[in-house]
């Protein structure tokens, strides 16, 4: 089984409903992460978590909201969505090495989602 | 706005030769990683360097990393039909990683 799933693959929704997308894993780590992914843009960090009572808004929070049910899971919500919404949305874990900077994360699949 | 930006944007080769891409960044880095795309999948933890080491292997993989210059090359010989994706340069902190916007490779038969 993959350490970290992301459910639904792909969405198809209309613009002004709400969606939740998410994200679970079993590696044990306690930080977690939500990007979005547009072409030629790369990778921007919606939001993160370092543990269930620790979130923090990322380069483009805007229009997004997240909720860490536990440490496993981490959701990305989209209160009212618009088109611009459209994108590959990646979770990812890390666990950064005790009193170093070297945190290599480990990514979902992603899902895709379509905003009408 | 992105820290990282890869050169070419996207790199065609055909199967046996090398690829290089490059990797500028703009502030000051604790160490800089390199991941995979492939199409539509999740990324996936090529190799990091330290911001005090210059050179790193990983098997077919060599990465260079120039402090002065803020910039980093990653070097894939004998490459294979595998090794079409997507690549990334990432600078990090204990917090979080910038991603720079990728450079696609292709490689052919």
């Known amino acids: 089984d993959a350490d970290v799933t992301q459910t639904p693959r792909n969405r198809i929704t209309k613009t002004g409903k709400r969606i939740m997308l998410e994200c679970s894993q079993t590696?044990?780590?306690?930080?977690m992460y939500w990007y979005r992914q547009d072409p030629g843009l790369g990778l921007r960090l919606i939001y993160y978590?370092?543990?269930?009572?620790?979130?923090n808004k990322g380069e483009i929070s805007d229009g997004y909201s997240v909720s860490r049910q536990a440490q496993a899971k981490f959701s990305l919500s989209l209160e009212s969505a618009i088109p611009n919404q459209t994108a590959l949305y990646f979770c990812?874990?890390?666990?950064?090495?005790?009193?170093?900077?070297?945190?290599?994360?480990?990514f979902g699949p992603g899902t895709r989602l379509t905003v009408l | 706005s992105q820290q990282g930006e890869e050169d070419p944007q996207a790199l065609s080769i055909q199967e046996g030769e090398n690829a290089t891409m490059n990797c500028s960044y703009k502030t000051s880095i604790n160490n800089l990683q390199w991941y995979r795309q492939n199409s539509g999948r999740g990324l996936v933890h090529l190799i990091l360097i330290r911001s005090n080491e210059r050179e790193k292997h990983s098997g077919r993989l060599r990465v260079t990393l120039d402090t002065s210059k803020k910039s980093s090359s990653l070097l894939i010989t004998a490459s294979r039909a595998a090794d079409t994706a997507s690549y990334f340069c990432?600078?990090?902190?204990?917090?979080?990683?910038?991603f720079g916007t990728g450079t696609r490779l292709q490689v052919t038969l």
């Open positions: 990432a600078t990090g902190t204990a917090s979080k990683l910038t």
């Open positions: 590696k044990g780590h306690d930080r």
């Open positions: 978590s370092f543990d269930v009572k620790d979130i």
């Open positions: 990812a874990t890390s666990d950064p090495t005790p009193g170093t900077a070297q945190n290599e994360q480990f």
